[in-house]
C-alpha cells in the first residue's frame, strides 16, 4: 500500500511544485522553481478548501517542533518479508531482524539521511534528535524559520468545529533539498491527540458489580484472575511499552497499588521522545495512570514498563521502533490521521517481532471516535466488552459487548481487508469484503472500573483505553512463556489469531467468543463482529496457541 502511495506522490511532485510557485499569499515569500515538493500532504482540507477563515498569525518567535520523515526503501520487498515471517510453514517463519539489519535493507540510506540532517541543521533550524534506523530527524526552530526553510506561511485559523484556533501552512511545503522527503509532523494542530478513557455519568458509577473495587468496580488483578486465571506466569525478563501524549505522576501509581493492597515490583522507567516533559505533579494523567496500572496488574512480574512520552504519535512510534527494547506495545490514544509517515513503522515493529495494540475508540463508531490510528491494519485494535466474574477476584463468568466500543469498516476506502480476515465476514456481523474491519479482539471496556490518577482513586471508568493495555500485559505473559521454551517473541499477532480461528476447535478453546450486546450500527455475535472482533483472550490455552 505504500509503495503505491509513494509512487502516486512522486509523479505527482512537479505539479505540486509548479501550483506552489505560482502562490502568492500577502506575507509569504514566492517558491523557489527549483524547490522539491514532499511524498504527502500536510494541509488540512478545511484550510485548503478555505473552509476555515484566518484568525491571525502565530508569534514568529515561537518554537515549532518538528519530525522529519524521509520514506523507506524496498517496501515490495518488506511486505513479501513479512509474509514468510508470519507463515508458520516458511523457514523464515518468527525469524525477525534486528533494527541494524532492517535499517541496511530497508531504511534511508546513510547518505540521503545525512544530507538531510546537515540540511536542516544549516537552515536555521536545530536537530534535536536522530534515530537509530534513519527514518526520522526531530527539528524545532523558530516560526519565521520554519516558514523560510518550507516555503510557507504559518496562519492561525478559526477551526469549524471546536472553540479554539489552529496552526496550519497555506500551502504544501517545499524543500531546497534533493532527497525526498515522506513527510513533516508538527505544521500543524488542526488535531489534537486526545486519550481513549470513558467516565461514567453520575448516575451510573454506583452500580454493583462483581468486582474487588468500591461498589463493586473492577481492578487491574480482577482482569488477570478473569482472562489468565492462572499464577505461574508473571511476565518475568519482558518488557513492556505504552505510548502517552503527555505526562504522568508516579505517585498516582504508588497510590493505587497500595489502595488495592498489591505490591508494586515492576520499574517504571519514562523515555521523553521529543523533549516532553515525563512526569508531573498537578495533572490530568488519568489515561497515562491507568495504562501503567492495568498493564502492571495483568503482568505483575514484567522486567519493566516503558512510558514513551512525546507531543507527537510520530515521534514515540519512531522511538519504541528505533529502541526495540519492548517487544509488546501499546497506545490508548487517537491523533491525526498520518498514514504515510506511521503504517511504515507499524511494518517495521512487526518485522523486528513487536507487538503493536490499539484500543479501538469509543463512542460507538470509528468517526465520533478517531479513527486513528484503528483503521490501519498493520496494528491490533482491541475494542471493548463488558465482563462479569464470579465474584471480587473471581474467575471469569460471561461477556457481552460493550455499547461504546467503535468499530465498523474502516473509513479509507484505500486500506483494504487483510486475506486473513476475510473468511469472517458474513451478512450477520455486516463486516466489509472489501475494506478493513475493526476491531480485531476486545477486553473488558465498561464504565465500573477503579483508578488512581489525578492525585486521588475513583471509580466508574472505563473505554477502550482499559482493553489496550490489558491485552498488552497479556501477551507479556505469553512472550515469557515462547522465551522459556527457547522460542522467539510472538510478534504482530493479527495473522495468527486469525488463522488459528479460521478452524472452529481452536477458535473455541484460545477465544471467549462475546455474544450479545450492541455498540451503534453494530451487535456482538457468534463468531467475528464488529463490537469485540475475534473476542477476548481464554487464558492458558491462549497463551500455548501464541508461545508455540
Same mark, same amino acid.
Given at each position: 500500500?505504500?509503495?503505491?502511495?509513494?509512487?502516486?506522490?512522486?509523479?505527482?511532485?512537479?505539479?505540486?511544485?509548479?501550483?506552489?510557485?505560482?502562490?502568492?499569499?500577502?506575507?509569504?515569500?514566492?517558491?523557489?522553481?527549483?524547490?522539491?515538493?514532499?511524498?504527502?500532504?500536510?494541509?488540512?482540507?478545511?484550510?485548503?478548501l478555505h473552509e476555515a477563515p484566518i484568525a491571525g498569525n502565530p508569534d514568529s518567535n515561537s518554537l515549532v517542533r518538528l519530525d522529519v520523515a524521509l520514506p523507506m526503501r524496498n517496501m515490495d520487498a518488506l511486505h513479501t518479508l513479512l509474509e514468510a515471517i508470519y507463515d508458520p510453514t516458511d523457514p523464515a517463519y518468527h525469524h525477525y531482524l534486528s533494527v541494524a539489519e532492517f535499517t541496511k535493507r530497508f531504511g534511508p540510506t546513510q547518505s540521503d539521511y545525512s544530507r538531510a540532517a546537515d540540511f536542516f541543521g544549516s537552515s536555521g533550524l536545530h536537530v534535536t534528535a536522530l534515530s537509530a534506523n534513519r527514518y526520522m530527524i526531530e527539528v524545532e526552530g523558530r516560526v519565521a524559520d520554519v516558514e523560510r526553510v518550507f516555503h510557507v506561511k504559518l496562519n492561525l485559523y478559526k477551526h469549524p468545529t471546536e472553540q479554539r484556533s489552529f496552526m496550519a501552512p497555506d500551502r504544501e511545503p517545499t524543500l531546497d533539498l534533493a532527497v525526498p522527503v515522506l513527510h513533516v509532523t508538527g505544521l500543524d494542530?488542526?488535531?489534537?491527540?486526545?486519550?481513549?478513557?470513558?467516565?461514567?455519568?453520575?448516575?451510573?458509577?454506583?452500580?454493583?458489580?462483581?468486582?474487588?473495587?468500591?461498589?463493586?468496580?473492577?481492578?487491574?488483578?480482577?482482569?488477570?484472575?478473569a482472562y489468565y486465571g492462572g499464577t505461574a506466569l508473571t511476565g518475568a525478563g519482558q518488557s513492556l511499552g505504552l505510548m502517552e501524549l503527555e505526562g504522568w505522576n508516579p505517585a498516582d501509581i504508588t497510590l493505587y497499588?497500595?489502595?488495592?493492597?498489591?505490591?508494586l515490583n515492576v520499574?517504571?522507567?519514562?523515555?521523553?521522545?521529543?523533549?516532553?516533559?515525563?512526569?508531573?505533579?498537578?495533572?490530568?494523567?488519568?489515561?497515562?495512570?491507568?495504562?501503567?496500572? !492495568?498493564?502492571?496488574?495483568?503482568?505483575?512480574?514484567?522486567?519493566?514498563?516503558?512510558? !514513551?512520552?512525546?507531543?507527537?504519535?510520530?515521534?514515540?512510534?519512531?522511538?519504541?521502533?528505533?529502541?526495540?527494547?519492548?517487544?509488546?506495545?501499546?497506545?490508548?490514544?487517537?491523533?491525526?490521521?498520518?498514514?504515510?509517515t506511521d503504517d511504515p513503522l507499524?511494518?517495521?515493529?512487526?518485522?523486528?517481532?513487536?507487538?503493536?495494540?490499539?484500543?479501538?475508540?469509543? !463512542?460507538?463508531?470509528?468517526?465520533?471516535?478517531?479513527?486513528?490510528?484503528?483503521?490501519?491494519?498493520?496494528?491490533?485494535?482491541?475494542?471493548?466488552?463488558?465482563?462479569?466474574?464470579?465474584?471480587?477476584?473471581?474467575?471469569?463468568?460471561?461477556?457481552?459487548?460493550?455499547?461504546?466500543?467503535?468499530?465498523?469498516?474502516?473509513?479509507?476506502?484505500?486500506?483494504?481487508?487483510?486475506?486473513?480476515?476475510?473468511?469472517?465476514?458474513?451478512?450477520t456481523n455486516m463486516a466489509s469484503k472489501k475494506l478493513r474491519n475493526v476491531p480485531d479482539i476486545a477486553a473488558h471496556a465498561n464504565t465500573n472500573c477503579y483508578i488512581c490518577a489525578d492525585g486521588g482513586c475513583f471509580t466508574g471508568v472505563g473505554g477502550t483505553s482499559f482493553a489496550s493495555p490489558m491485552w498488552t500485559g497479556f501477551l507479556a505473559l505469553a512472550n515469557e512463556e515462547a522465551a522459556d521454551n527457547g522460542k522467539p517473541p510472538i510478534g504482530f499477532i493479527n495473522p495468527t489469531l486469525y488463522e488459528m480461528s479460521v478452524k472452529k476447535k481452536t477458535y473455541k478453546s484460545i477465544f471467549h467468543d462475546v455474544i450479545g450486546g450492541k455498540?451503534?450500527? !453494530?451487535?456482538?455475535?457468534?463468531?467475528?463482529?464488529?463490537?469485540?472482533?475475534?473476542g477476548s483472550e481464554d487464558g492458558q490455552a491462549m497463551i500455548d496457541a501464541l508461545a508455540q
Amino acid at each position: 500500500m505504500l509503495g503505491n502511495c509513494v509512487k502516486r506522490a512522486r509523479a505527482a511532485r512537479r505539479l505540486v511544485v509548479a501550483s506552489a510557485a505560482v502562490m502568492f499569499l500577502a506575507g509569504a515569500a514566492a517558491v523557489p522553481a527549483n524547490a522539491e515538493a514532499l511524498l504527502s500532504t500536510h494541509v488540512p482540507d478545511v484550510v485548503a478548501l478555505h473552509e476555515a477563515p484566518i484568525a491571525g498569525n502565530p508569534d514568529s518567535n515561537s518554537l515549532v517542533r518538528l519530525d522529519v520523515a524521509l520514506p523507506m526503501r524496498n517496501m515490495d520487498a518488506l511486505h513479501t518479508l513479512l509474509e514468510a515471517i508470519y507463515d508458520p510453514t516458511d523457514p523464515a517463519y518468527h525469524h525477525y531482524l534486528s533494527v541494524a539489519e532492517f535499517t541496511k535493507r530497508f531504511g534511508p540510506t546513510q547518505s540521503d539521511y545525512s544530507r538531510a540532517a546537515d540540511f536542516f541543521g544549516s537552515s536555521g533550524l536545530h536537530v534535536t534528535a536522530l534515530s537509530a534506523n534513519r527514518y526520522m530527524i526531530e527539528v524545532e526552530g523558530r516560526v519565521a524559520d520554519v516558514e523560510r526553510v518550507f516555503h510557507v506561511k504559518l496562519n492561525l485559523y478559526k477551526h469549524p468545529t471546536e472553540q479554539r484556533s489552529f496552526m496550519a501552512p497555506d500551502r504544501e511545503p517545499t524543500l531546497d533539498l534533493a532527497v525526498p522527503v515522506l513527510h513533516v509532523t508538527g505544521l500543524d494542530n488542526f488535531v489534537l491527540p486526545a486519550p481513549r478513557m470513558v467516565r461514567a455519568g453520575k448516575q451510573d458509577i454506583n452500580q454493583s458489580g462483581t468486582g474487588s473495587g468500591p461498589d463493586g468496580n473492577f481492578i487491574g488483578s480482577d482482569m488477570r484472575a478473569a482472562y489468565y486465571g492462572g499464577t505461574a506466569l508473571t511476565g518475568a525478563g519482558q518488557s513492556l511499552g505504552l505510548m502517552e501524549l503527555e505526562g504522568w505522576n508516579p505517585a498516582d501509581i504508588t497510590l493505587y497499588f497500595s489502595k488495592v493492597n498489591q505490591p508494586l515490583n515492576v520499574p517504571v522507567n519514562g523515555i521523553s521522545t521529543d523533549g516532553t516533559n515525563i512526569t508531573c505533579t498537578k495533572c490530568d494523567d488519568g489515561e497515562q495512570a491507568l495504562d501503567i496500572e !492495568y498493564a502492571i496488574s495483568m503482568a505483575p512480574g514484567l522486567a519493566q514498563v516503558q512510558v !514513551y512520552v512525546g507531543s507527537t504519535a510520530e515521534a514515540v512510534l519512531n522511538r519504541m521502533a528505533s529502541d526495540n527494547t519492548s517487544k509488546v506495545l501499546s497506545t490508548s490514544w487517537g491523533w491525526r490521521k498520518n498514514f504515510a509517515t506511521d503504517d511504515p513503522l507499524w511494518l517495521e515493529m512487526a518485522a523486528q517481532g513487536q507487538s503493536f495494540l490499539t484500543a479501538s475508540g469509543d !463512542y460507538s463508531n470509528l468517526k465520533a471516535s478517531g479513527p486513528w490510528p484503528e483503521e490501519d491494519a498493520n496494528l491490533t485494535a482491541v475494542g471493548g466488552t463488558d465482563l462479569v466474574t464470579n465474584g471480587p477476584g473471581g474467575t471469569y463468568a460471561s461477556e457481552t459487548g460493550w455499547s461504546g466500543s467503535a468499530g465498523g469498516p474502516t473509513l479509507d476506502k484505500k486500506i483494504k481487508i487483510e486475506p486473513y480476515q476475510l473468511p469472517f465476514v458474513n451478512k450477520t456481523n455486516m463486516a466489509s469484503k472489501k475494506l478493513r474491519n475493526v476491531p480485531d479482539i476486545a477486553a473488558h471496556a465498561n464504565t465500573n472500573c477503579y483508578i488512581c490518577a489525578d492525585g486521588g482513586c475513583f471509580t466508574g471508568v472505563g473505554g477502550t483505553s482499559f482493553a489496550s493495555p490489558m491485552w498488552t500485559g497479556f501477551l507479556a505473559l505469553a512472550n515469557e512463556e515462547a522465551a522459556d521454551n527457547g522460542k522467539p517473541p510472538i510478534g504482530f499477532i493479527n495473522p495468527t489469531l486469525y488463522e488459528m480461528s479460521v478452524k472452529k476447535k481452536t477458535y473455541k478453546s484460545i477465544f471467549h467468543d462475546v455474544i450479545g450486546g450492541k455498540s451503534g450500527l !453494530y451487535t456482538a455475535v457468534k463468531g467475528y463482529d464488529l463490537v469485540t472482533g475475534l473476542g477476548s483472550e481464554d487464558g492458558q490455552a491462549m497463551i500455548d496457541a501464541l508461545a508455540q
